[in-house]
C-alpha cells in the first residue's frame, strides 16, 4: 500500500470508527471498489484502533469461476453425475434427469446401478472399474436403463478425483444419449450390406460371409455348397405385370427361400433376379440333392401378386469347396457357370459344376478380352447376303452381316462372338460400326456403281434400349446419303414387349423418316396379331427353323403359309430365310413369298464379291 493510500485509509476508517464502533473491542469490515477489504478492531483502553487491508482479487476470481461452474452443471445438455468414493450418487444435473427419466431427489444417496440395464455382462463392468483404478478414467459405448424402463445407448466419460493424500474422493461421469447416432450408423450398415427390397444380404456382405465360410471350413475340414439361382422367365413377368408385382414376387422368393434354409446358411440378393446360397457344412451329398428339389419345388408353385397369379422356375448352378476351387470369386464363377448349364438343359433343374464348365468360362473371358481388343483395332468386317425377288430373279436388298477377323485365328463366326458382346454391352459400339458402315457400303453400290439395291441391319434390343437410336440412324442417313427407303432396321419381337410406349414412339419417328421396319426370326418368339397392328412394322421374316423342314414336315409348312396369308391381308411383306434349295425355293414362290434369302442364291459376301455378283449377272431391282 502507497503512503497517500494509507493516509486515505486512515481518514475513512477514523470516520467510521466515530460513527459506528462505540466501544472497545468492536470490529468492522469494509469492502471498497469489490477489490479489496478494511477490516478495522478498536483499543478504547488503549487509545486507538489497527487497520488491516486484505486484496480480494484472487477470492473473486475463485468465486466467479465456482459461479461459471455451477452454471454450465446446471444448464449442459450432457447429462452429469457425481459420485462419492462409495459410488453413492452426491449430485446430478438437469440433464441427467431430462436423459434417465430420474428426479434428483430420486437418485440422490443411491448407487448409479439403479441405471444398470443388464445389458452388459460382469466381465464387462470389471474391466471398466480396473481401468478406473489404474488410470481414473474411463470412456466408451454403455447400455443403460430410463425409469421408464426403456434401455437406450450412451458415450459415457468417467474422471476421478483424489484428495491430496491419492485417495479417492468423488468420480465425475458425463453421458450422452447416442441413440440417434446409434440408428444412423445402423440405416448405414444396413444401406451397405443388406437389399432394401428383399431384406437379404446384398453382394458386399455375401462377399464376406462367403470368405469367412471358407475360412472356417479349412480349420474344420467340412465343405461349403454355393448354389447361384436365377429365375426363369421373370423379364417377361416383369414386363407383363409391372415392376411393382415383379418386386413382389422377389420379395415372396426371398420368404420362400428363408424358409428351406437353415439360420446358419446365407440367403443373398446379387442383383435383379439372382440369388445365391452359401451353405455350410455341406459334407452329405444326397442331402443336398434332396434340398435341391425342394428348392425347385417351392419355387415353381403359384405366386400371388395383387389378384393375379404368376408362374415361375428357377435354374440352380452348385458348387463346392474346397473341391472346385479354392476363392471366394471363383466359386461364384463356378456356381454362375453351373446355373447357365441349367438353363441350357432346359430351365427348372439343377447342375453341379464340373472342369468342363470352367474351361467354357476361361474361354469365354479370354474371348471377352479379345472382342474388346478388336472394337478397339477396327478388326471387324461386314459380309453381305443378297434378298431375292424369286419371281422376277432379281436382287432387291442385302443383309449386313458382322464379321471378326482376327490376325491370327481369321474369320470367327458371329454365333461365337455376337453373344459375348450382347452380355458385356459391347453390342451397342460395335451396332453404331455396323449400321454406319453398311449404309456407307449401300450408299457407294448405289452412287458409284448404279445398283439400286438396299441393305438391312440387324438391331439388338441393348442397342435399340440403350442408345438414342432415332438420333443415330437420322445422322447416319444424313452422313452416308444413303434414302431412308434402302434401309431396312431389322428387330426381334421379344423388343417389343419391353417398355411398350417408349418403343411404339421410336419406331414410328424412325418410320416417319423413311426406314423400313422388318422383325426378324417371326415365329420364334411372342408373336401376336396385336403387336403387328399397333406397331409400325414393314416386314416379316420367317425363321429359318421353318424353312429347313417345310418340304417335309406338315406343322412347319401350315405355320408358313399361316404368316404368308396373315401378312399379305395385313399388306406386309415377307422374307423367307435359311433357303437352301431349289425345292424350296419353288415352295415359297409358289405360295407367293415375296423375297428369298440363303445359300441357295448366294452365301453371304464380302463387298467387293458381292459387287462382282451384281455386275456379273447385271442384277438391279
Known sequence: MSWQEF???????????????????????????????????????????????????????????????????????????????????????????????????????????????GHHNAAYYKKMYLDLQNTGTWQGEIWNRRKSGEIYPEWLSISTIYDDDGEVLQRVSLFTD???????????????????????????????????????????????????????????????????????????????????????????????????????????????????????????????LDGNTAYTSVSVGATFFPDDAQSGDNLLKNADAAMFKAKEMGRNTYSFFTPEMNNRAQERHTLEVALHKALDKKHFLLHYQPIVDPHTQTVVSTEALVRWNDPEKGLISPDKFIPVAEDTGLIVPMGEWILRQACTDAAHWQKEEGFNIGVSVNLSSRQFMRSDIYGLVKDVLKESQLPASKLTLEITESLLVEDENEILKTLRKLRDLGVLLSIDDFGTGYSSLSYLKRFPITTLKIDRSFICDILSDSEDSALTQAILSMAKSMNLKVVAEGVENAGQAEYLKERQCDLIQGFYYSKPLALEDLLHLFKQKKLSA
Open 7 to 117: 493516509e486515505d485509509t486512515q481518514k475513512e476508517v477514523g470516520f467510521l470508527l466515530q460513527s459506528e464502533l462505540q466501544k472497545d473491542g468492536s470490529t468492522l469490515d469494509l469492502t471498497c471498489d469489490g477489490n479489496w477489504m478494511l477490516s478495522a478492531n478498536t483499543h478504547m483502553h488503549q487509545g486507538g484502533y489497527a487497520v488491516v487491508r486484505v486484496d480480494l482479487t484472487e477470492q473473486k476470481r475463485t468465486q466467479d469461476q465456482l459461479q461459471l461452474a455451477a452454471t454450465v452443471f446446471q444448464t449442459a445438455s450432457e447429462a452429469m453425475m457425481v459420485t462419492d468414493k462409495d459410488d453413492i450418487i452426491q449430485m446430478v444435473n438437469p440433464a441427467f434427469s431430462k436423459i434417465t427419466g430420474y428426479s434428483e431427489r430420486e437418485v440422490l444417496g443411491h448407487s448409479p446401478t439403479l441405471l444398470s440395464s
Open 178 to 304: 447416442i441413440t440417434s447416432r446409434k440408428k444412423s450408423e445402423e440405416r448405414i450398415h444396413y444401406q451397405a450390406n443388406y437389399d432394401s427390397l428383399t431384406d437379404l444380404p446384398n453382394r458386399n456382405l455375401f462377399k464376406e460371409r462367403l470368405n469367412h465360410a471358407i475360412n472356417m471350413a479349412r480349420r474344420s475340414k467340412d465343405r461349403v455348397a454355393l448354389l447361384f439361382l436365377d429365375l426363369d422367365n421373370f423379364k417377361h413377368i416383369n414386363d407383363t405385370l409391372g415392376h411393382l408385382l415383379g418386386d413382389e414376387l422377389l420379395r415372396q422368393v426371398a420368404e420362400r427361400l428363408r424358409s428351406l434354409f437353415r439360420e446358419s446358411d446365407t440367403i443373398a440378393r446379387l442383383s435383379g433376379d439372382e440369388f445365391v446360397i452359401i451353405i455350410n457344412e455341406a459334407n452329405y451329398d444326397p442331402d443336398l440333392q434332396h434340398l435341391l428339389t425342394r428348392l425347385l419345388e417351392c419355387l415353381s408353385l403359384p405366386y400371388a
